[in-house]
């Protein structure tokens, strides 16, 4: 079965405790959700959104098990193979073997890291938000090895070429999301 936004949030709570990865669990959702409609996907919104929803659902408590464990607890919880598939997939090449393949499952691999990445640059700015922020500043950060060490850039530019995008669209298309969906991300953690 494909879970409802409640069932896979339920999900999501049972493995996942800390703020820090409820908070990227909602923002890779919302941003997901943004990249269905922005693309073309609109009928496969809420498939999107939930696939970003429980994307690192083993990773607080089995990082070293990453992508792999998932696959096992959705499986126990009855969630349909092709959510598996796509949430497993945005580990390619680093913690398990499965290829993203459809449009979706190449934005979510891009995008992990990336979300990661604004969201390291908003905290550093006065408003804490990315709302404000502007390419070039996210360029910049993205150019500095040093910041927001643990996103990387080698993957976010890997998940550029899988989508047959440069990075510049990848960086920008990734900060509007970010900028359309922060409130409502921001409405659920408050």
Request: charged share 25%; net charge negative; with cysteine.
């Amino acid at each position: 079965m494909q879970p409802t936004r409640e069932q896979a949030l339920a999900l999501l709570k049972q493995y996942n405790k800390e703020p820090f990865h409820i908070r990227h669990a909602l923002t890779v959702e919302a941003v997901m959700g943004w990249f269905a409609r922005e693309l073309g996907y609109g009928d496969e919104a809420e498939f999107w959104s939930i696939v970003g929803l429980l994307h690192d659902l083993d990773f607080e408590l089995w990082p070293e098990e990453h992508c792999v464990k998932s696959q096992a607890l959705m499986r126990e919880a009855g969630v349909d193979e092709a959510v598996i598939h796509a949430t497993a997939s945005h580990g390619w090449g680093l913690a398990c073997d499965i290829k993203p393949e459809h449009e979706m499952e190449k934005v979510l691999f891009a995008c992990d890291e990336l979300t990661g990445l604004i969201g390291a640059a908003a905290l550093m700015r006065p408003s804490k938000s990315c709302s404000d922020m502007e390419i070039k500043s996210l360029k910049k950060k993205f150019k500095d090895k040093k910041f927001a060490a643990g996103c990387s850039r080698e993957v976010i530019q890997q998940g550029a070429e899988l989508l047959g995008w440069d990075l510049d669209k990848l960086l920008d298309l990734t900060l509007r999301a970010m900028q359309a969906t922060e409130a409502g991300v921001e409405a659920q953690i408050a």
